[in-house]
């Protein structure tokens, strides 16, 4: 007897397996590619594959009411569960243009039925509008799902819930302005707004008594219900907001812009309380490209649409002094002033010399938290470049003219940039700190051009550095940005005699091709706290050549 019912005992786990992967098979997770819902389509049930038992992983699932004329669709959402963060379902607002049916992001769902925004339960599509829903999951976690019902409704008034506006609107060169509408309590309306250009929104608040909720954000950064800092979200109102400073002026960096209306109130009889007007602008347009600094008045210049910038711009500018001065004493040439600085990594602020064909230096990111940035020359190029949109950035500079004395050149010349091409060299410069409270100096040390078999560059450093903050020397491949990791930097805490670096090169590198250089770059500006200008200064350094260990 005990035997047996220890053989029951093991056989229960696999019974129970074997009832489970039964129940799981007899468990319909399968959908369409996409299910169709035409006009002779009155209402409906929408469910989740599997529904009420668990879905299935790597769902991938799309149910389209499309348009009627005269008509608007009305879907609620009735249950739902779903692995909160990795399996979704988006609600998209679509019409009819032309044969092509176009579409708008208006929800995105996830975790249980109310986690999610009241504003998502139930939705309401235009006249001659439709609604999407796409259905997303991983592999892993399963849950219940959901189900969704929905009506086709006629547009004579007699229907509760009220059809929202038509979606979709084209900005122009001429201000318009956003239809006005009701919405239910709980209701949400979405408005989708393109541009060939970029795009400017005035809001006016005519209502301050009621509570309607606005988001406004680029079209293609949706609000994303996990993500704290996302790009692209330019305004939001709360329904209980202090905020009483209208119009609120709203400028975008893309030519997409979408604007999501929520009621929060339970007066249904009033219009939704916002004026917003819409028209096409330029926000991003470039430098000139040419600018002429006097001597009296230095020169602001600001990032294309400042405080934010656009994606793909490609700006250049020269600046020049007016009728620069150059005596056996002094000369006069030009500063920069950082007065804020903050790009995404890989959108840059290059300078270049007029008279050379590789950039001095090239910003992103907080620009090394320096200050001021100093040339030997009455003239430069300035080009900015972007590969993303940047949200609360850029930058906001002051170029300057400066009188300088001549000891104070990097290199005795207007150039900051001195080329270093032999098999080994040593260097010696001695400044006065008094004198030169303002240096950017910059050594570029290249292979020997006769050489073949030179893959390790030998540095050795002697410096005397006056201040803590404001000096440093840095070492890098390439250019001088944030993205470089291999760049070292000397200043007053770490500098030592014989400070020793090496750089290796190799046929494939990471940092360093064959035909790449190494780059020395002095910085001294003053230090605000602690400024030592009796100090003198020397930067002393050689280097070598040689073949690799």
Sequence with gaps: MIKYNLILILLLPLIYIIFSESAESDNDCSCPIEEIFDSNWKDGVIKSPGFPAKYCGSLDCKWNIQPAENSFIYAKLESFATEERYDTLDVYQTKWNGSELIKLKQARLSGKRYDNPVDHLRFSSSINGGLLFYF?????????????????????????????????????????????????????????????????????????????????????????????????????????????????????????????????????????????????????????????????????????????????????????????????????SLQIQFNSFQTRLGDVLHIKMPYEKRELISFDGDAQKISFFTLDSPKFILNFTTNEVGINTGFNITIKYIKRNKECLCHGTNSNLKILDGKKNSLQYTFDGKKCPF???????????????????????????????????????????????????????????????????????????????????????????????????????????????
């Design 136 to 332: 997303d999951t991983d592999g892993s976690t399963h849950n219940l799902g959901f189900r969704i019902s929905f009506s086709r409704v006629s547009n004579d008034g007699s229907f509760y819930h009220f059809p929202c506006p038509q979606p979709f609107y084209l900005a122009t060169n001429s201000s318009q302005r956003l239809p006005a509408f009701r919405l239910r309590f709980m209701d949400a309306c979405i408005f989708s707004i393109n541009s060939t250009e970029a795009i400017k929104l005035t809001i006016n608040r005519v209502n301050k008594a009621s509570k309607f909720e606005i988001k406004i954000f680029e079209t293609e950064n949706f609000p994303e219900p996990y993500v704290t800092h996302q790009g692209g979200q330019l305004a939001k109102i709360e329904r209980h907001s202090s905020f009483n400073s209208y119009p609120l002026i709203v400028k975008s960096t893309t030519n997409f812009v979408s604007v999501l209306i929520t009621s929060h109130d339970m007066d249904n009889n009033i219009d939704v309380p916002y004026e917003i007007e819409y028209v096409a602008v330029k926000p991003c347009k470039c430098f000139p490209n040419n600018l002429t600094l006097c001597r009296i008045h230095p020169l602001n210049l600001l990032s294309p649409g400042f405080p934010e910038y656009c994606d793909n711009l490609n700006c250049s500018t020269q600046l020049s002094l007016e009728n620069p001065l150059n005596t056996n004493n002094y000369v006069e």
């Design 439 to 549: 240096m950017d100096c910059f050594w570029e040390i290249e292979p020997p051009k006769h050489a073949k078999f030179y893959h390790r560059l030998i540095l050795k450093f002697n410096l005397s550095l006056a201040d803590k903050n404001g000096e440093f020397v840095e070492v890098c491949p390439k250019n001088f940005n944030e993205k470089n990791n291999a760049c070292q930097i000397l200043d007053k805490s770490n500098v030592r005699v014989g400070n020793h670096m090496e750089f290796n090169v190799s046929k494939v590198s990471t940092f360093l091709k064959r035909d790449a250089s190494v780059g020395v770059w002095y910085h001294r500006e003053p230090d605000k706290w602690i400024y030592s200008p009796n100090i003198p200064i020397r930067i002393n350094f050689t280097y070598e050549w040689k073949e690799r260990n």
